[in-house]
């Protein structure tokens, strides 16, 4: 069944990839509801806040409630195919796409052309392994392993705490340093900070 949809989502975005339409908007998928000032932000840069369109997971409809109030589009997603039929279209008129998680859709989607896909880890570190640093990893399918990599190779940046968190992700996620930007964590860091000024 997995196949089948991301057949379905390659398929889809093949159709769309030469229509990119009169917007090139930037889109954030959303699975947890902590980066709320950050999208707030990206979509103040925006001349028009409707061109950040947020596809959330059921889990936080309340966060995406929040975002919708300041004029934000919020759509919430399932992996179905109302998605693939309405979603991917979106995806590949896109000119930049956050992610804050693992998103197997992505396996599928034919990169949109000059768009950045950027994952943001939802962390500020790991505590637990994950990609191919987890051992269950070597025990699934070569198919299913192969589908984890085109995920990961979907993105453009990785975001990331530290350059130790860095190499974590080179390991993890069998990708080049060069994708690699560390931007430190931001919620954190200023405790970081105030304590190096005591």
């Known amino acids: 069944m997995k196949d089948i949809y991301i057949w ?14 009169k917007h090139r908007r930037v889109i954030y998928l959303m699975s947890f509801d902590n980066n709320l000032k950050f999208i707030l932000a990206v979509a103040k840069t925006l001349t028009d806040p409707a061109d950040m369109v947020v596809y959330y997971r059921p889990a936080v409809e309340a966060a995406a ?7 934000i589009t919020v759509i919430s997603y399932q992996d179905n195919v109302s998605f693939v039929l309405h979603g991917i279209p979106q995806m590949m008129r896109a000119k930049l796409m956050f992610c804050d998680n ?8 034919k990169h949109p052309r000059n768009c950045r896909i950027v994952q943001l880890w939802h962390a500020n570190g790991a505590i637990k392994r994950f990609g191919f640093g987890d051992p269950k990893t070597a025990l699934r399918s070569k198919t299913d392993q192969h589908r984890f990599q085109r995920v990961y190779n979907q993105f453009d940046d990785f975001v990331v705490a530290s350059e130790a968190m860095g190499h974590v992700f080179e390991e ?5 340093a060069s994708r690699i930007q560390l931007l430190g964590y931001p919620r954190s860091d200023r405790f ?6 005591q």
């Open 102 to 109: 693992y998103y197997a859709f992505l396996g599928g989607l």
């Open 8 to 21: 379905l989502v390659r398929l889809m975005s093949m159709l769309h990839y030469f229509n990119r339409g």
């Open 192 to 197: 970081f900070i105030c304590q190096m000024a």
């Open 65 to 71: 409630t929040r975002l919708a109030a300041y004029g």
């Open 172 to 176: 993890s996620y069998r990708v080049p």
